[in-house]
């Protein structure tokens, strides 16, 4: 079963990240600290796949998340030869991104978003590991990413590899995600968890103050501030997450607009910047400043519209990566009550939530997954009352 308020956090996450890289607005990245968020909602994810499967669990996180990597490089890494990209062997990082793939001047901006797969792949390999520590000594190691990272920014390690650091960075929030599954968030009373919240956002905050980036007051420019910052985030937003989030469906369009970005994330984070790269100079020809209200406004649609060509496009490949049958739109009309005696199953969600088929459970339409109470014979399956669920290249924009 799928909690709507984890989906609908995801969903804010994504559109954050897009008008983020539209504006510049570093604002958003205090407001709403996207990409810790979604690293924090995966790691959830991939306990609870461990939980399911486990070590195969890796190798299916892996299938649902390449493909849609592979249709990007099938189009952009031939364009890249022919616009000044040498072929080397490294170009074959394209298709297994552990380190940095090679870019020509327009790909290495196009395609930056490629860092997010990278540590994504790294951290799902960490993951049996880093989970059966984690089961076991809890609080050291949802402390060491943290304490790798300030040993790194005070100048300990001055020559961290790019990985390192976003293992400091990033893999804090992907163990808090570990905490939020196994209810360890859930579990801490709000005497302790505020003040902790409240403790971690005033260390970030401080650092954030005292070490401006280029940009002024944004996240991606101050990693321990960024860390810190995310950490007393997630604790609230993600370590107090409601049971459910029944008010999401009520909306139509709002239930259909969630279920489809979750759906469809990978499309979307992959495709939205090379519609950035693309549309800047075109839209500064006809007067369109990118300081002008109206002209970023515009520009904002313009990329949700082509993102949604995309969708369309190309979308169907998350479904056939994750074993589903391919939408043109995901979360449509429900599909025909199940003849007489037959199993229903749920149908996972981005990337990698349900891990699969689920006996004795149906799936409607929103992503949400419902129990199935058991059928006698000749009879039909009938869903019971909805329950909730718990579950590069690099630049300076994220």
Not at 209 to 226: A, I, K, Q
Not at 285 to 300: E, F, K, N, T
Request: aromatic share 10%; glycine share 8%.
């Amino acid at each position: 079963m799928r909690n709507r308020y984890l989906d609908l956090l995801r969903f804010l996450a994504i559109i954050r990240v897009v008008v983020y890289h539209v504006t510049g607005w570093g604002t958003l990245t205090l407001l709403f600290p996207a990409m810790s968020v979604m690293f924090a909602l995966a790691g959830s994810l991939m306990a609870a796949s461990l939980d399911r499967s486990g070590a195969p669990a890796v190798g299916r996180r892996l299938r649902r998340l390449l493909p849609s990597l592979w249709v990007v490089a099938a189009i952009f890494v031939p364009a890249m030869l022919l616009t000044g990209l040498p072929l080397t062997p490294k170009v074959l990082l394209w298709a297994f991104p552990v380190t940095d793939p090679p870019a020509n001047y327009w790909g290495a901006l196009a395609l930056s978003p490629i860092w997010y797969l990278r540590d994504y792949l790294w951290f799902v390999f960490a993951s049996p590991l880093a989970l059966w520590l984690f089961r076991r000594a809890p609080w050291p190691t949802l402390l060491a990413p943290y304490a790798l990272l300030a040993a790194i920014e005070v100048g300990m390690l001055p020559n961290a590899p790019a990985v390192l650091r976003d293992f400091g960075l990033y893999f804090g929030a992907w163990l808090l995600g570990f905490a939020h599954h196994d209810g360890l968030l859930r579990r801490m009373a709000n005497r302790v968890l505020v003040p902790t919240a409240l403790a971690l956002g005033a260390a970030g905050a401080a650092w954030i103050v005292t070490h401006p980036g280029p940009r002024g007051y944004d996240l991606n420019d101050m990693p321990l501030g960024n860390a810190l910052w995310s950490a007393a985030f997630i604790l609230v937003a993600i370590g107090r997450a409601p049971a459910s989030a029944a008010w999401v469906d009520r909306n139509a369009l709002l239930g259909r607009a969630v279920t489809v970005l979750n759906r469809r994330a990978l499309t979307c984070y992959l495709w939205h910047m090379p519609f950035v790269v693309a549309l800047t100079p075109l839209v500064d020809v006809v007067g369109w400043s990118h300081q002008d209200p109206v002209g970023l406004a515009i520009r904002v649609a313009l990329v949700f519209a082509l993102v949604g060509v995309a969708i369309a496009l190309v979308g169907w490949v998350e479904d056939v990566a994750a074993r589903r049958p391919p939408e043109l739109l995901p979360g449509g009309r429900p599909r025909p009550a199940a003849r007489p005696g037959a199993a229903t199953a749920a149908r996972p969600g981005w990337p990698g939530d349900a891990g699969g088929a689920v006996p004795g459970r149906a799936a409607p339409a929103g992503g949400s997954v419902v129990p199935v109470s058991p059928a006698p014979a000749g009879r039909a399956v009938v869903p019971a009352p909805r329950a909730a669920e718990e579950h590069t290249l690099r630049i300076s924009v994220r």
